[in-house]
């Protein structure tokens, strides 16, 4: 258990170095394109910091481990609300942007609410399946999502006042073309190796301790391949860069419903047991209860006591499943 341990901490310096590098050169690619921060959270920073799930979903799909890739899925999503938020909240109050509130958190459910049909859609003998043609359906949402948020920012940079701040932001940014590619493939590299880590090594100990795989990969597994979007948060709370934050959970999320358990899917179709519909209409009222508290407040953020209060709920989502 002693090299699990040291492997873990190994795991946890390139995360945070990992999240450093993926940060920076996120906000310079913002900077020199001229495009917004949000953009590069809901895209590049969202599939940089997934690397982890999609690789363990590939292993997990081949090998058979259904459990695991649906409950890694919807884990991470419940860390990503609750946990992230909760923590980059404590650090400094977080901003939602009026397009994360009105378009992707809908999507978000709307998502959500697709998981839960297709996982109750085929049954076969006692055991419902996520099929691979309904892999396929889940793998072009992923792709539309993506068009979608390049088309909202074209839609955003023709408004006049976008253009200005494109055009003064643009201006700032001295690192070179080639440096911040540097700095994203180190990110990226940092936080798929930290990842691998500390998720293997938890994964062992949880073993050597007799933990069940749903319980390994809704909660251990969940939180540790999230490890490179709460490292990504607190970088970027720490920085003030909110809105790379928030589009990064968003994307993220989006992301690891549709991609990991499509991908998953299409390699082996996947058995959804009755449990996972608990999960998903847990992470629909965490989603609406989000939305909820955005809006109700007037600077549109999370404060310090919001981010308490997810934190708890965390906890206590952890604690109903042992």
Not at 40 to 54: F, H, R
Not at 188 to 214: H, T
Not at 217 to 229: Q, R, S
Not at 235 to 259: F, M
């Amino acid at each position: 258990m002693l090299k699990e341990i040291i492997l873990i901490v190994i795991g946890f310096v390139f995360l945070v170095k990992g999240a450093d590098l993926l940060v920076k050169a996120a906000t310079s690619i913002a900077k020199k394109f001229g495009l917004s921060e949000m953009l590069i959270g809901l895209t590049i920073v969202a599939l940089g910091t997934s690397l982890p799930e999609v690789f363990i979903t590939i292993t997990s799909s081949i090998d058979g481990h259904s459990d695991l890739i649906i409950g890694n899925a919807i884990g991470s999503c419940i860390c990503n609300f609750l946990f992230v938020i909760g923590i980059s909240s404590l650090i400094r109050p977080v901003k939602f942007d009026k397009r994360i509130v009105n378009r992707h958190l809908p999507i978000s459910i709307a998502t959500m609410i697709l998981v839960l049909v297709l996982g109750n859609t085929n049954k076969i003998g006692d055991a419902h399946l996520i099929t691979r043609w309904q892999g396929v359906v889940l793998l072009v949402c992923t792709f539309l999502y993506i068009l979608y948020t390049i088309y909202e920012e074209k839609q955003m940079k023709n408004q006049k006042m976008d253009e200005e701040i494109v055009k003064d932001v643009k201006s700032k940014e001295k690192n070179s073309i080639v440096t911040i590619l540097i700095f994203l493939v180190l990110g990226i590299l940092g936080l798929k190796f930290g990842s691998d880590f500390v998720v293997d090594s938890s994964i062992n100990i949880a073993l050597l301790l007799g933990l069940s795989e749903r319980f390994i990969g809704t909660t251990i597994v969940a939180v540790g391949t999230a490890l490179p979007e709460i490292i990504t948060g607190i970088i970027s709370a720490r920085k003030n860069e909110t809105d790379l934050l928030l589009g990064n959970i968003a994307g993220s999320n989006i992301l690891n419903l549709c991609l990991l358990i499509g991908l998953g899917a299409i390699i082996n179709p996947l058995v959804f047991i009755a449990d996972f519909n608990s999960s998903i209409i847990v992470l629909i009222i965490i989603t609406i209860l989000l939305q909820y508290i955005a809006t109700k407040n007037k600077k549109n953020e999370l404060n310090r006591e919001v981010g308490v209060f997810l934190i708890f709920m965390y906890i206590i989502y952890i604690v109903s499943l042992t």
